[in-house]
């Protein structure tokens, strides 16, 4: 069942920038100039697996009802009315402005569903304003570069929970009826590792026949190619994708587009199998690729492929080695394997639907509370300028990758160093290994403030 999305919001926040990478083509103009978009402009949209109608508006702006701008805040309102759901979206890097707040109250009144997209928000420069879109009361924003094509997994997520009944047909149920993840849709499953790897016939040896093409040349894998496996009866979604080399090596222009393609396979999968070389495991190439598989917020398993060409010594240090050089995703599973003579594929499907279920972990406010107190009693957070910060509680808004929002009264300075104690804390007490663990900071708001 098809729907549309309206993307509305002030003038000059990139709203035309995200119509464009939704429909796929540059239909909309894009400029620095504010105003550049006066009518609404609709396109067919693909996101993932979701197709659906979007429609890009002017900016809405205060204005009189007979002049230009009166005139583009009617077809903005009108296409307001006509979606099936609204994204609405602000300038990250500006902050809110009082024009935003005025539309959001317009937004809310709609009575439609609204998803808050902070745009800009790549790099620290975004972080201050996505997180001061909470005051709009529009829900939890989520974090987008629509000029770079980031957060788009989050956008996925996000568009799934506004709209399940639409959604429903074209994903499928992520979760039964007592929110646990349904054991019959597949796993969305990404190979990834550098060239000649052994990603085409690892997944060869899954589907038990020659569907993708192999050889000793580094490179044959172009595009990603998507298949179906049951494997001891769990489904799985396989994407095939192309090395990935250091972008300094890349000079071919396709190598470039298969390259930006595995990307995007990675980007919509759910776990994301990094696959290395086991007579060079750990190369720069390897922890870059999983370090951006955690910063995507993908689930993660490390394939030690060709397993049979070391000895059982070598695998015996690998654990170490992953959490000394992966902290950010500390007991992420390791699978010595074979993608030429098939040992250790069931260790392999295990561990994806193993790591499948915690990133799909969600933990009740009341024991994250009672960790909270405990972290913080055992080591309290540093005092800064000679004022203690103020931890208040903790909450869990998402899954999918386990993200948690800690108020506290001065955000800005609790030091990195402390919210790695508090991160590696959670993984430990909830059993979350080998998943990213998002911690945002939130300050609460001071009822004594005038």
Avoid at 72 to 80: H, L, N, P, S
Avoid at 269 to 295: G, H, K, S, Y
Wanted: net charge neutral; aromatic share 6%; hydrophobic share 40%.
């Amino acid at each position: 069942m098809s729907f549309t999305l309206a993307i509305v919001g002030r003038p000059n926040v990139g709203k035309s920038t995200l119509f464009n990478r939704l429909v796929g083509k540059k239909l909309a103009l894009v400029d620095d100039r504010p105003g550049v978009t006066r009518d609404r402009r609709e396109g067919d949209a693909r996101l993932g697996d979701l197709s659906f109608r979007i429609v890009d508006t002017a900016g809405l702006e205060e204005a009189d009802p007979g002049s230009l701008e009166g005139r583009m805040r009617a077809q903005t309102e009108t296409a307001i009315g006509d979606a099936d759901a609204l994204l609405f979206m602000i300038d990250a890097r500006s902050g809110l402005t009082p024009t935003d707040r005025a539309f959001a109250s317009l937004v809310r009144r709609s009575g439609k569903p609204t998803i808050l997209v902070a745009n800009k928000s790549e790099g620290r420069g975004g972080e201050a304003g996505a997180l001061e879109a909470y005051d709009l009361g529009l829900g939890t924003p989520i974090p987008l570069s629509a000029e770079h094509g980031e957060g788009l997994s989050d956008l996925y997520d996000a568009i799934c929970d506004a709209l399940p009944a639409q959604t429903q047909p074209q994903i499928e149920a992520d979760e039964d009826a007592d929110g646990e993840p349904d054991p019959n849709r597949p796993i969305k499953v990404a190979v990834i590792g550098r060239p000649n790897a052994g990603k085409s016939t690892l997944i060869n040896r899954l589907l038990g026949e020659d569907r993708l093409l192999t050889g000793p040349e580094a490179g044959i894998t172009r595009d990603s190619i998507s298949v179906r496996v049951t494997w001891n009866g769990r489904p799985l979604e396989l994407y095939d994708t192309a090395g990935l080399r250091k972008r300094a090596r890349i000079e071919d222009k396709l190598e470039k587009l298969s390259a930006s393609d595995a990307l995007r396979a990675m980007k919509f999968a759910e776990v994301v199998v990094v696959l290395m070389d086991a007579t060079r495991p750990f190369e720069e190439q390897d922890l870059r690729i999983a370090d951006l598989v955690a910063r995507e917020g993908r689930a993660l398993v490390l394939g030690y492929n060709k397993s049979d060409l070391v000895g059982p010594a070598a695998f015996s240090r690998l654990r170490e080695e992953a959490d000394h050089w992966l902290p950010q995703v500390r007991g992420v599973p390791i699978v010595p394997l074979s993608g030429l003579t098939g040992r250790g594929l069931d260790k392999l499907v295990e561990a994806i639907a193993e790591t499948y279920a915690v990133w799909n972990t969600r933990i009740a406010t009341n024991p994250l509370n009672r960790f909270l107190q405990d972290a913080t009693d055992s080591h309290p957070p540093p005092a800064v300028s000679g004022r203690r910060v103020k931890i208040r509680y903790m909450t869990q808004p998402k899954a999918r990758p386990p993200s948690f929002v800690l108020f506290c009264s001065r955000p800005e300075a609790i030091p990195e160093s402390y919210l790695r104690y508090l991160t590696n804390g959670l993984r430990e007490t909830f059993k979350l290994p080998g998943v990213p663990i998002r911690l945002t900071l939130r300050e609460k708001d001071n009822p004594y403030a005038t």
